[in-house]
């Protein structure tokens, strides 16, 4: 039985009728507040399976909070997100949803790969441990198995050399990438980054941008929060931009950086680009 308490209306078409797809985002009219102060007002967004977007925006606009939604480590006021056409953290059951049990939103969670801007790595465990230890816990592969998919990935982000060193031994770029590789040990369909170079310094960006690169050649759905507007042009299918818990405006890198249509938008492309900023 679970303990859940219904929260809100049901969506209007039944989950589960989506097409098979692998990593198809659908974010529903989402609410959320903090105490009295809502910083999500009904915001509605699709990410295609296989797609990029990159939401920008000022500082408190919202986009760790909508980007922590997805995964439920924030739980919705209202709306709802989908993702291959099932409920997010909710169950249907008569006309109400339903919050599922902790260990279902665990294991939805599995699909979803989150990086963080400050790597969030175990400095207890090396690099390979790092990367090995969830497909174990999580999904009960055996070690050995963890261990060579461990490597394989390591090898992806250019860190096989470095597979037995702990993170206080690694460059800043070096354990994100790691954390990279963490995240992608669960063969995630959805990949999450929260400004994931801006920890950073300088010279370590681009290694980081490199792998996110290579990522978004991959079919993986990939939604990404950054300041790196340069990385967020050559990236992207889609620029979302937020402002103040809604989203102002969504196109092409080429529609939302050269011809921005809201004024919101225009503003802050004006504050945060570079005059020598070409598309
Ligand atoms: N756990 C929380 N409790 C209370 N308020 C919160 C909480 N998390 C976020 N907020 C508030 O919600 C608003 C949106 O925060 P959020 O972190 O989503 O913004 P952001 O767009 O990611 O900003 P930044 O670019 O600075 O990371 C801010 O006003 C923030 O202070
Ligand atoms: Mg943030």
Same mark, same amino acid.
């Given at each position: 039985?679970?303990?859940? $308490? ?16 692998? =990593?198809?985002?659908?974010? $529903? ?32 606009? =919202? ?13 919705? +006021?209202? =709306? ?32 979803? =790969? ?32 963890? %261990? ?6 390591? +090898? %992806? ?62 079919? $993986? ?15 992207? +299918? ?19 950086? $050269?011809?921005?249509?809201?004024? %919101? ?15």
């Amino acid at each position: 039985m679970s303990t859940a $308490t219904p929260t809100a209306e049901a969506p209007a078409t039944a989950p589960g009728t989506a097409p098979a797809t692998r =990593g198809l985002v659908e974010i $529903t009219k989402v609410r959320k507040s903090f105490g009295a102060t809502e910083v999500l007002k009904g915001v509605s967004l699709t990410v295609e399976p296989g797609g990029v977007a990159v939401i920008v925006g000022p500082s408190g606009s =919202g986009k760790s909070t909508l980007l922590r939604t997805i995964n439920h480590l924030e739980k919705v +006021d209202g =709306g709802f997100i989908s993702i291959d056409g099932k409920l997010v953290g909710y169950e249907v059951r008569g006309e109400r949803l339903h919050e599922l049990r902790e260990k279902d939103i665990l294991k939805q969670r599995t699909g979803i =790969g989150m990086v963080f801007q400050n790597f969030n790595l175990f400095p207890h465990l090396t690099a390979l441990e790092n990367v090995a230890e969830a497909p174990v816990v999580a999904q009960g592969r055996s070690k050995d198995e963890a %261990r060579r998919r461990g490597l394989e990935l390591l +090898d %992806r982000v250019g860190l096989r050399d470095r597979a037995d060193a702990y993170p206080r031994q690694l460059s800043g770029g070096q354990q994100q990438r790691v954390a990279i590789a963490r995240a992608l040990a669960l063969d995630p369909k959805i990949l999450l980054f929260d400004e994931p170079t801006s920890a950073l310094d300088p010279e370590l960006v681009n290694e980081v941008l490199d792998v996110i690169r290579e990522l978004a050649k991959s079919g $993986t759905t990939l939604i990404i929060v950054t300041h790196e507007m340069g990385f967020a042009r050559d990236v992207a +299918d889609t620029v979302v931009f937020m402002d103040q818990g809604q989203i102002v405006e969504q196109g092409s890198p080429q529609e939302i950086f $050269t011809n921005p249509q809201e004024p %919101r938008t225009r503003s802050f492309f004006s504050k945060v680009l570079e005059p020598a900023f070409n598309i």
